[in-house]
């Protein structure tokens, strides 16, 4: 029976609950057993059983009485532990947080409580959401759920790599995490679920641990585009809190995306994506997605974005320079972790010395040397200049067509450790999904097939900004084409 629950979508278990077939109890009962099950993957910075079932006994009075707040009503989702929640500690992975607790509810967050869902916990990350594989986290890597043929532990992909595992390993129905590079849809891919983006703006940044301010959006990771839609119909709208969200109408996401298929949808192909090194496998797949989409009834081709190649590094410019400034606030005194010194620099430097770790140090030396006297127009200024051509290139590149078609990610899962004493290579999991990031455009990774390991691999779409709806359109219509049904390996032997 439990796991019957565990494999629901989030659409069929709201189904159940309103047929009264499954009370949201015995829905959290199971997910918890499940999250309990999945202890050794490390998915769960910190796991709220009690909370949960008293939120889905809460659900179930509300729905007995005729009351129901929406589609998420009693269903079990994992948050990461980058949204401030005011009863439960909030790390963002990292050290300097230790014994933190936010005094106040993210938005999103709060908008999830609201809504009814059933928070089963919060996920781990890298810390302080900067990474690709979860291996920077402070309470150590998550493993993924999916082991292929290699036989090794497999990073998750990062940083939300601890809500994308948290689906795929069936401990929630639907999880939240955040997007700044990468971070909901590469470790998605990694993992063989759903992860969007939604465009800067739509979701409120209130709340949620900055990482780069100009960046950061929070976005649903899910096991079907249907139910990434209804997640982000929940958390999406403006919030006077956060001046950068946008007040745009909140579509109905879900009837949006059973009322349109891709029909007459034109998609393009950028022909700078091609990089050296891509595996073959990868570049087959996007060629299959391609042809999917074209059988569906979309026309495809190619199109160009000029200044490509010039993302990853102007990302890697930016996000550490705002990372920088944003980070400036632990010393010590207000947050977390106090590490005493004689006066109150040795306070501050041993603090911060000891708090954050080598990829958050890296990071904040990186920003705070771009922004410094002699160097700001050399790096920081011309990185916000390219920044500006490669969100021009879209913006023509959406004059003639709908949706661009990518890869999500150069590689599959990789086992844990590797790349971690070569930065660039880490850096470079993000080649594809930055440039949505720079230019603020909506994305979306769909699973789309299994490398000769045996390991996921997903397809990504980017849209115009705020056409939410036909980037989901057009990422059901690889889902039905894809039929992806894999299990992961942890979930398998369970069974
Ligand atoms: N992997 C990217 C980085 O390390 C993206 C992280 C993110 O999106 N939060 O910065």
């Known amino acids: 029976m439990s796991r019957g629950l565990t494999e629901l979508t989030v659409s069929e278990a709201g189904d159940r609950l309103a047929e009264s077939e499954v009370t949201a109890e015995a829905l959290t009962e199971a997910h918890l057993a499940a999250a309990e099950a999945a202890r050794a993957l490390n998915i769960f910075v ?108 497999l990073v998750p992909g990062g940083s939300s790599g601890g809500s994308a595992a948290a689906v795929a390993a069936r401990t929630c129905l639907a999880a939240i995490g955040t997007d700044t590079g990468g971070s909901i849809r590469q470790p998605a891919s990694l993992c063989g679920v759903v992860g969007m983006k939604p465009t800067y703006g739509r979701c409120s940044r209130w709340g949620i641990v900055a990482f780069a301010s100009s960046l950061d959006q929070a976005g649903p990771i899910t096991r079907t585009v249907r139910d990434a839609a209804i997640v982000l119909g929940v958390i999406a709208g403006h919030d006077p809190r956060d001046s950068t969200s946008a007040r745009v109408e909140v579509p109905d996401f879900e009837t949006a ?57 102007a990302y890697y410019i930016v996000a550490p320079a705002e990372a920088s400034s944003n980070l400036a606030r632990y010393d010590g005194v207000r947050f977390g972790l106090r590490v005493p010194g004689e006066s109150l620099d040795e306070m501050y430097e041993n603090t911060r010395g000891r708090g954050f770790g080598p990829e958050v140090r890296r990071r904040v030396l990186i920003g705070t040397y771009v922004l410094s006297a002699g160097y700001y127009d050399a790096y920081y200024v011309k990185a916000q200049r390219v920044r500006t051509l490669i969100a021009r290139d879209f913006h023509k590149a959406f004059e003639r067509v709908d949706v661009v078609l990518t890869p999500t990610t150069p590689s599959a899962a990789f086992p844990i450790g590797e790349k971690m004493d070569d930065p660039i290579a880490m850096y470079l999991n993000d080649v594809f999904t930055v440039p949505a990031n720079l230019s603020g455009l909506p994305g979306i990774s769909v699973p789309a097939g299994l490398d000769a390991d045996g390991l996921p691999l997903g397809l990504h779409l980017i849209g115009r900004p705020f056409d939410e709806e036909t980037v989901l359109r057009a990422a059901q219509a690889l889902e039905n084409a894809a039929k992806f049904s894999g299990v992961p390996d942890f979930v398998e032997a369970r069974r």
Request: charged residues 25%; hydrophobic residues 35%; proline residues 7%.
């Open 46 to 153: 910190c796991e709220t059983p009690d909370r949960a079932l008293e939120q889905a006994r809460a659900s179930d009075a509300r729905r007995a009485s005729g009351e129901i707040l929406g589609p998420l009503d009693g269903i079990p989702i994992a948050v990461k532990d980058l949204f401030c929640t005011e009863d439960v500690p909030t790390t963002a992975a990292s050290h300097i947080l230790d014994g933190f607790t936010a005094p106040y509810e993210s938005t999103v967050s709060a908008k999830l409580k609201a809504a009814g869902a059933v928070m089963v916990g919060k996920t781990n990350l890298d810390e302080f959401a900067m990474g690709s594989s979860n291996a920077t986290s402070y309470f150590g890597p998550v493993k993924n759920p999916w082991r292929g043929k290699t036989g090794k532990d």
């Open 257 to 313: 995306l059973r009322a349109g298929d891709v029909r007459g949808l034109k998609v393009g192909i950028p022909k700078e994506y091609r990089v050296d090194g891509t595996p073959d496998e990868i570049e087959e797949l996007w060629e299959r997605g391609a042809d999917w989409l074209r059988d569906a009834g979309a026309s495809v081709e190619a199109i160009s974005l000029p200044h490509t190649e010039y993302a990853l590094p």
